[in-house]
């Protein structure tokens, strides 16, 4: 058979089936219906003059020449798919854009960026910071990284959970020295309280502290973003009740103190895209690395 007249469309259609052994699966991986599936299968055993499956009740089976042609393209298929990924790896297709939250981006991923370039110094990461979950249409980054407090799946695309969000109180250890003490939670009424988009957090994390206090007691200022509440608590603003893991390295390094080990639950953060089967080489390598580093950590 001439190319020119080879069945690309239903080549790929029997492909996915006989893979598979199942029109339904087939047509979900393909993004078709199963009786485009279906009909695809039907022209190339016309075009054969043979059957390619023994069909059951809700099932499928490859026979002897049905197996003899997906061994074929198997191999054609994955050599085309590999030079694929080889020519789009390489040149204008090593960037890959990514998409963070603020707070993420800021206080996780760029910290951490420097490690994922060691490892793979032909991919350059483009970090947009942004809220609104994008659509991964044309120009859109390919991966985006999103906080939920009640979510963890969003229309049309494919997440995957990396870590769980705890909020705990933070602050300066200049407030310590030239301000009140801290004794016990109360104590931190004393002191100007910062606020991550409302004041509901500082609320459920003084009622697991036991304490209702009065809206006054509550008053300070309100950030957008967990890493601009995070840097007031660093200049010393007053106390913050910020993400555990976005605050990691300053705890560390003593630029801010945890005063009592009481934390509160605020969802988590899950990596976000149309699909992670269709992934470029570079998406799909800082997919890996992201999933390794958040099991190292929860190790």
């Known amino acids: 058979m001439k190319r020119g007249r080879l069945p690309l469309t239903a080549l790929r259609s029997f492909e996915a089936a006989g893979r598979l052994e199942s029109f339904t699966l087939a047509a979900q991986e393909l993004f078709v219906s199963q009786a485009a599936i279906s009909r695809q299968v039907r022209e190339l055993e016309a075009l054969l003059g043979k059957p390619l499956f023994t069909r059951h009740h809700r099932k499928v089976r490859l026979n002897a020449d049905g197996t003899r042609l997906l061994e074929t393209l198997a191999v054609a298929f994955d050599s085309i798919d590999a030079r694929l990924e080889e020519i789009r790896a390489t040149g204008a297709g090593s960037l890959l854009t990514v998409t963070a939250e603020p707070g993420f981006a800021t206080c996780w991923l760029v910290p951490h960026l420097a490690d994922f370039r060691m490892l793979h110094p032909q991919i350059d990461v483009s970090v947009e910071s942004e809220t609104r979950l994008v659509e991964f249409r044309g120009d859109a980054p390919e991966l985006a990284i999103r906080h939920s407090a009640q979510h963890s799946a969003w229309p049309r695309t494919q997440a995957r959970h990396l870590c769980n969000v705890t909020m705990v109180p933070v602050l300066s250890p200049a407030i310590l ?92 953060y899950f990596l976000v895209t149309r699909d992670f089967t269709q992934l470029s080489p570079q998406a799909s390598a800082f997919v890996v690395w992201m999933a390794a580093c958040f099991a190292k950590q929860q190790a």
């Open 177 to 268: 020295t030239d301000g009140a003490p801290l004794a016990t939670p109360q104590d931190l009424l004393s002191h100007t309280l910062l606020h991550e988009e409302n004041r509901d957090l500082w609320t459920r994390w003084f009622a697991a502290a036991g304490l209702t206090p009065t809206a006054d007691a509550m008053r300070g200022p309100i950030f957008t973003d967990g890493a601009l509440t995070l840097q007031a608590a660093l200049r010393g603003h007053g106390v913050a009740l910020v993400d555990a893991m976005l605050a990691q390295d300053d705890l560390d390094a003593g630029h801010v103190i945890q005063p009592f080990d009481l934390s509160v639950p605020f969802g988590a």
